[in-house]
């Protein structure tokens, strides 16, 4: 729809509502015509501007075409895509909008002769429902069977059932301050405990994510259960100071381990030593951690990254007994340790933005193995390794493929990586931003 909003006023809608090609809207008045305050049945609206919407010439103000389209209150379901106004509505401010005291799923999916519930969602995002309990009511319930991702937001008192197709789950507090930012208001609850629980039934999960709990102070021993588990993702988690002894010694299957921007972590378990799977290990703006001393044990772990504003090289120590690391980025330190030279596995190293390291340290010659040294944004190193002239070439003469460049140049030449890279970062810090039309409409469909 679009064209003709006002044709909607007398009609008597309930239940879900999907307005798309809002982008064709003519003027404010025909959005107000439509009345959506005024549907007192409607209990789901979904807003649909065209990903084109400002190529199409029609000088309407979006900002004021959302502010007319008020629902009324004590919607359970509701979404905006490709929204380009500066500021939402006042009626999004307003808390009676939206059912926050919702328990459960509404029965009317379920059909009670069957005893089974979306028995064909694959796809599922909860966000921001601090009373939510159960998916239905009823109990002894077959539920999702085939779901295999689960994106979980806010939402701490949750049951889940047993979830046995699931293989990604996306698991996050709510980024308060940005919230408050995007929609000006006070009104959001800090509820960003991590479930009790919640993975334990998860046994097909290959990829968590935990993201933005504020409140979690040691990782919980049910990681432990997922024995199929190949991803782990742990970002934004301020509280965080360490894992539990038992945390990591199920993950049998993990290969992918990553660590972001968690300030008070001091320390990973002893348990590091049992992840025999472990490919490649991230770990990005940690301050204060400390690796453990068995890192001898990661016979798998092949690939590292570390990033440090604090310029930290302290979590590089351990980093020398691992015998099978051939690929390691570097970025934001302010020296390179001896250590370095002990790596004597590594076949590429990459050094990004250190622009305080000095040199190269003396043991650089001892990384026989290395055939590519990509360094990027350090001016002091890159006039060091000048060819033939610089104070350190003699370190690295033996390096076959050597790159040293700006950083500018080099992010403008990598741009679609990066900027994948960004995302990845980023990923959680939008609670309201949808990547694609598919996965707008999935949501959606989903009710």
Same mark, same amino acid.
């Given at each position: *729809? ?28 025909? %959005? ?5 305050? =005024?549907?007192?049945?409607l209990n789901r609206l979904y807003l649909s501007w065209g990903s084109d919407a400002n190529s199409k010439g029609i000088d309407t103000n979006v900002e004021r075409v959302l502010e007319v389209l008020e629902p009324p209150t004590g919607l359970k379901g509701f979404g905006v895509k490709d929204y380009v106004g500066i500021h939402f509505p006042h009626w999004m401010r307003n808390t009676s909008i939206l059912e926050r005291d919702l328990k459960y799923i509404d029965d009317d999916l379920y059909e009670s002769s069957s005893k089974r519930a979306f028995i064909s969602l694959k796809y599922l995002t909860l966000r921001g429902l601090p009373n939510l309990e159960r998916m239905l009511k009823a109990e002894g319930v077959? #539920?999702? /069977? ?48 991590? $479930? ?5 039934? *998860? ?16 990782? $919980? ?6 024995? %199929? !588990? ?10 965080? +100071? ?5 945390? *990591?010694? =199920? ?26 799977? !472990? ?17 001898? &044990?990661?016979?798998? !772990? ?35 340790? +001896?250590? !370095?030279?002990? #790596? ?34 350090? $001016? #002091? ?5 000048? &060819? ?11 390096? /076959? ?32 931003? #949808? ?13």
């Amino acid at each position: *729809m679009g064209f003709g909003l006002a044709e909607l006023r007398d009609l008597q809608l309930g239940g879900k509502l999907h307005i798309k090609g809002l982008e064709n809207v003519s003027s404010e008045w025909d %959005a107000k015509e439509a009345n959506l305050i =005024g549907k007192k049945e409607l209990n789901r609206l979904y807003l649909s501007w065209g990903s084109d919407a400002n190529s199409k010439g029609i000088d309407t103000n979006v900002e004021r075409v959302l502010e007319v389209l008020e629902p009324p209150t004590g919607l359970k379901g509701f979404g905006v895509k490709d929204y380009v106004g500066i500021h939402f509505p006042h009626w999004m401010r307003n808390t009676s909008i939206l059912e926050r005291d919702l328990k459960y799923i509404d029965d009317d999916l379920y059909e009670s002769s069957s005893k089974r519930a979306f028995i064909s969602l694959k796809y599922l995002t909860l966000r921001g429902l601090p009373n939510l309990e159960r998916m239905l009511k009823a109990e002894g319930v077959e #539920m999702l /069977p085939q779901l295999s991702y689960l994106r979980i937001a806010s939402v701490p008192k949750l049951a889940l059932p047993s979830l046995p197709s699931l293989e990604t789950l996306d698991s996050g507090g709510i980024n308060i301050e940005l919230w408050k930012l995007l929609f000006d208001c006070r009104w959001i609850e800090v509820v960003d405990l991590f $479930p009790k629980g919640i993975v334990c039934n *998860m046994h097909k999960l290959k990829s968590l994510f935990i993201i933005h709990f504020k409140n979690l102070k040691v990782l $919980p021993d049910d990681l432990c259960y997922l024995s %199929a !588990l190949e991803e782990l993702r742990i970002s934004n988690c301020d509280e965080l +100071e360490s894992f539990s002894m038992h945390a *990591m010694q =199920g993950l049998i299957s993990l290969r992918v381990l990553t660590i972001q921007q968690c300030d008070k972590l001091i320390s990973l378990t002893e348990g590091m030593g049992e992840l025999a799977c !472990l490919e490649r290990l991230e770990i990005s703006f940690c301050p204060r951690l400390v690796l453990p001393s068995n890192m001898n &044990k990661l016979t798998s !772990l092949r690939q590292g990254s570390f990033r440090c504003f604090s310029g930290n090289s302290r979590i590089l120590q351990g980093l020398e007994d691992i015998p099978s690391l051939q690929n390691l980025s570097l970025a934001h330190f302010h020296y390179l340790p +001896e250590s !370095l030279g002990a #790596m004597t596995s590594l076949q590429r190293l990459e050094i990004f933005s250190c622009a305080n390291v000095m040199s190269l340290p003396n043991s650089f010659q001892n990384l026989t193995n290395l055939h590519t040294l990509l360094i990027v944004g350090c $001016p #002091m190193l890159e006039k060091r390794c000048k &060819k033939g002239t610089g104070e350190d070439w003699h370190k690295i003469s033996h390096v /076959p493929e050597l790159e040293l460049t700006e950083a500018e140049l080099h992010f403008r030449n990598n741009y679609s990586h990066w900027k994948k890279e960004v995302h990845l970062l980023h990923r959680n810090a939008e609670p309201y931003y #949808m990547s694609s039309e598919d996965e707008f409409n999935t949501i959606v469909d989903a009710f």
